[in-house]
């Protein structure tokens, strides 16, 4: 599928301002994800999908984990 780069870039800005209204996570230096897990950090990516039509289109973005 062919997305609007524009309506993507907006998707992804609320789900980052839902994300840091709620809290969900602090930045820390990685060297703190190894101490405090003796792991790397999780990767994440933008899932992005039209729920829309290609004349109505309706872009959602989701963070997701990459590795579990």
Do not use: H, M
Not at 32 to 50: A, L, M, S, Y
Request: hydrophobic share 35%.
């Amino acid at each position: 599928a062919v997305f609007n780069n524009g309506l993507v870039q907006v998707a992804r800005n609320e789900e980052l301002s839902e994300i840091r209204k709620r809290g969900i996570y602090s930045i820390v230096p990685i060297s703190q994800c190894w101490e405090v897990t003796g792991k790397k950090p999780i990767k994440v990516r933008f899932v992005d999908v039209n729920k829309g039509d290609d004349t109505d289109p309706s872009c959602r973005s989701r963070l997701v984990a990459k590795e579990f």
